[in-house]
Nanobody
Framework: QVQFVESGGGLVQNVGSLRLSCATS????????IGWYRQSPVKQRESVAVISRTGATNYADSVKGRFTVSRDNAKNTVYLQMNSLKPEDTAVYYC????????????????WGQGTQVTVSS
């Protein structure tokens, strides 16, 4: 089973930038599509960006052009570069597998890491 540890969140001002990291363990990381997901107190968990094992990507319309997902299979790590952040991007961000790639659907997983909090002030 692949495990995930998210980091890199914090407090940033409107139109600021952050880079999130997702460190993974498990021998099958390089074989899996991986996704970034987020959840806020006012919205259900949603898919933000997904990346295939070969680097193809797909993004939610709300972040397209602002967020960039990438991966380093040698380091078992996935990144999310977030630019031009908006207050509505405030949420806890998680990574997990993306078994429905390229579709932006939540995985049927009972296991989620603790996530990393991103707060964007207006």
């Amino acid at each position: 089973q692949v495990q995930f540890v998210e980091s890199g969140g914090g407090l940033v001002q409107n139109v600021g930038s952050l880079r999130l990291s997702c460190a993974t363990s498990g021998s099958t990381f390089s074989m899996n599509a991986i996704g970034w997901y987020r959840q806020s107190p006012v919205k259900q968990r949603e898919s933000v960006a997904v990346i295939s094992r070969t680097g193809a990507t797909n993004y939610a319309d709300s972040v397209k052009g602002r967020f960039t997902v990438s991966r380093d299979n040698a380091k078992n790590t996935v990144y999310l570069q977030m630019n031009s952040l908006k207050p509505e991007d405030t949420a806890v961000y998680y990574c997990n597998t993306a078994p429905f790639f390229p579709f932006l659907r939540l995985p049927r997983s009972d296991y989620w890491g603790q996530g990393t909090q991103v707060t964007v002030s207006s």
